[in-house]
């Protein structure tokens, strides 16, 4: 038999260093492998069917008052499905860095006969998010059922500057819209 999950981990807590529990030094590290994601439809109703691996290899710095996280979380060979619009994401790959007070990601999908991508990056300012991110893709099947079919090209951009978020772009070539009267 196979392991679908492992997780290894190191903490620790200079207590010496400061009699101040927010100055005092923090180290570790972990390392975590799933090869199955059959958890995210208890996380994400809408989801109905997700599987693929997940790695992360993470290291812990600075202080426990002002802690640092810098390493990746990965996912490879995943698949999403929702049955309720018969969406079928396939050759799901994101990889987010995380470095200092910010993170980096990068991710494409197959949906139908379409591709997408997302990336981006985000950095965390006076205790608020600041970042820019690109979702693009051509031909994206999103519904395929027999009351409709949609298929899209989105080219959006979305700006996070603390509680604001704003989007811009286009979802171009709206293709294939079939609604079908009951």
């Known amino acids: 038999a196979t392991e679908a999950a492992g997780l290894s981990a190191s903490v620790s807590i200079d207590r010496r260093a400061s009699a101040d529990w927010k100055a005092m030094p923090l180290t570790g590290k972990a390392h975590a492998e799933m090869r199955e994601l059959g958890f995210l439809p208890i996380l994400f109703p809408q ?46 790959k994101a990889r987010v860095e995380l470095k200092g007070n910010g993170l980096t990601l990068t991710a494409s999908v197959r949906a139908g006969s379409g591709t997408a991508t997302l990336d981006g990056k985000m950095e965390w300012r006076d205790r608020a998010p600041h970042g820019r991110f690109r979702f693009k893709g051509t031909d994206l099947e ?35 819209v079939r609604m079908v009267p009951d």
Do not use: K
């Open 47 to 92: 989801v109905d069917r997700a599987t693929g691996q997940l790695t992360s290899d993470v290291e812990l710095g600075g202080t426990l008052g002002t802690p640092e996280i810098n390493g990746s979380l990965a996912i490879d060979d995943g698949a999403l499905d929702s049955y309720v619009t018969n969406m079928q994401l396939r050759d799901l």
């Open 142 to 176: 999103l519904v395929n059922v027999p009351e409709a079919q949609v298929r899209v090209s989105p080219d959006l951009r979305f700006r996070i500057e603390g509680r604001e978020i704003g989007v811009d772009g286009a979802v171009l070539d709206l293709v294939d």
